[in-house]
C-alpha cells in the first residue's frame, strides 16, 4: 500500500489501512472504485483513480483471512496484492482485532513489507497500532498509531474522524495525518492531510460494495 511509507522513510483510504476482521462468518467479496488512492493519508496513485476488489473468510469463532488488490502508480508498481489473517474477539464492550498483513508488489523489485497489528474499538471510538516486522527496502522498522471515532447519524448516512501517526526512529521524522469522510450508503466522501509535504488537503470520493 505503500510507496509514501518508502518515500518517507528514504528523505495511502478503503481503509485505512488496517485490515478488519469481517462481521460475518463465511466468505465475502468487496469491490470498490474511488478517484484517489489514500492510505494513512497519502496517494498511493499519484492522485490518480483506483479500482480495488477483495475477497475475505471468516469463522464463527473469529479467525479470518483475506487478500485485496489495487491499481498504484510508483515506480515500476502497478498494482498492490495484501494477504492478511487475524483474530477478532470482544472483551466485555471491547471489540480487539489481532493480526498479520503483508503488503506485495509483484512487479516492483525490493519493495514488500508486512506488519504486525492491535485494533480496538469501543463505543464510536477506535484505536490502532501497527509495527513493521520486515520490509525489503530498510532495515528499521516504524510504528504506526491510529485513533479514530465513527458516528451513525440515521437515514444511512455516517461520519468518521480519524487520525495517525508514524515513528520512524532514526530512519526518518515522524508524519502525522487527519481526515474526516462522510457516507451515505455505499458511496463516501473524504478529506485527507498529511504533514509531509505543503499539499492542500485532498478530498476523495469513493464507491465500495460487500457481497
Same mark, same amino acid.
Given at each position: +500500500?505503500?510507496?509514501?511509507?518508502?518515500l518517507?522513510?528514504?528523505?495511502?483510504?478503503?481503509? =485505512?489501512?488496517?485490515a478488519?476482521?469481517p462481521?460475518?462468518? #463465511?466468505?465475502?467479496?468487496?469491490? #470498490?472504485?474511488a478517484?484517489?488512492?489514500?492510505?494513512?493519508? +497519502?496517494t498511493?496513485t499519484?492522485?490518480?483513480? &483506483?479500482?480495488?476488489?477483495?475477497?475475505?473468510?471468516?469463522?464463527?469463532? #473469529?479467525?479470518y483471512? #483475506?487478500?485485496w @488488490?489495487s491499481?498504484?502508480?510508483?515506480?515500476?508498481? =502497478?498494482?498492490?496484492?495484501?494477504?492478511?489473517?487475524?483474530y =477478532? +474477539? /470482544?472483551?466485555?464492550?471491547?471489540n480487539i482485532?489481532?493480526?498479520y498483513?503483508?503488503? !506485495?508488489?509483484?512487479?516492483?523489485?525490493?519493495?514488500?513489507?508486512?506488519e504486525?497489528? &492491535?485494533?480496538?474499538?469501543?463505543g464510536?471510538?477506535? !484505536?490502532g497500532?501497527?509495527?513493521q516486522?520486515? &520490509?525489503?527496502?530498510? /532495515?528499521?522498522?516504524?510504528l504506526?498509531?491510529?485513533l479514530g471515532? /465513527?458516528?451513525d447519524?440515521?437515514?444511512?448516512?455516517?461520519?468518521?474522524?480519524?487520525g495517525?501517526?508514524?515513528?520512524f526512529?532514526?530512519?526518518g521524522?515522524?508524519?502525522?495525518?487527519?481526515?474526516?469522510?462522510?457516507?451515505? =450508503?455505499?458511496?463516501g466522501?473524504?478529506? /485527507?492531510?498529511?504533514?509531509?509535504?505543503d499539499?492542500?488537503?485532498?478530498? @476523495?470520493?469513493?464507491w465500495?460494495?460487500?457481497?
Amino acid at each position: +500500500m505503500k510507496h509514501a511509507i518508502r518515500l518517507t522513510t528514504i528523505p495511502l483510504a478503503l481503509a =485505512g489501512a488496517l485490515a478488519a476482521a469481517p462481521a460475518v462468518a #463465511g466468505l465475502e467479496a468487496n469491490i #470498490g472504485v474511488a478517484s484517489n488512492y489514500i492510505w494513512r493519508g +497519502m496517494t498511493q496513485t499519484q492522485d490518480g483513480a &483506483a479500482i480495488s476488489g477483495g475477497l475475505d473468510y471468516s469463522t464463527d469463532g #473469529g479467525f479470518y483471512a #483475506g487478500t485485496w @488488490t489495487s491499481n498504484v502508480d510508483f515506480g515500476d508498481a =502497478g498494482y498492490e496484492l495484501d494477504l492478511y489473517g487475524g483474530y =477478532g +474477539m /470482544d472483551l466485555g464492550s471491547v471489540n480487539i482485532d489481532l493480526g498479520y498483513i503483508y503488503y !506485495a508488489y509483484p512487479t516492483l523489485t525490493d519493495s514488500d513489507f508486512s506488519e504486525v497489528y &492491535a485494533n480496538f474499538g469501543f463505543g464510536v471510538f477506535k !484505536a490502532g497500532v501497527a509495527y513493521q516486522v520486515n &520490509a525489503d527496502f530498510t /532495515d528499521e522498522n516504524y510504528l504506526y498509531l491510529s485513533l479514530g471515532a /465513527d458516528f451513525d447519524l440515521g437515514n444511512d448516512y455516517g461520519v468518521s474522524l480519524y487520525g495517525g501517526n508514524y515513528d520512524f526512529g532514526s530512519d526518518g521524522d515522524d508524519l502525522n495525518h487527519f481526515g474526516v469522510s462522510l457516507s451515505k =450508503g455505499d458511496f463516501g466522501i473524504a478529506l /485527507d492531510k498529511n504533514d509531509s509535504d505543503d499539499d492542500d488537503p485532498r478530498v @476523495t470520493v469513493s464507491w465500495s460494495k460487500t457481497f
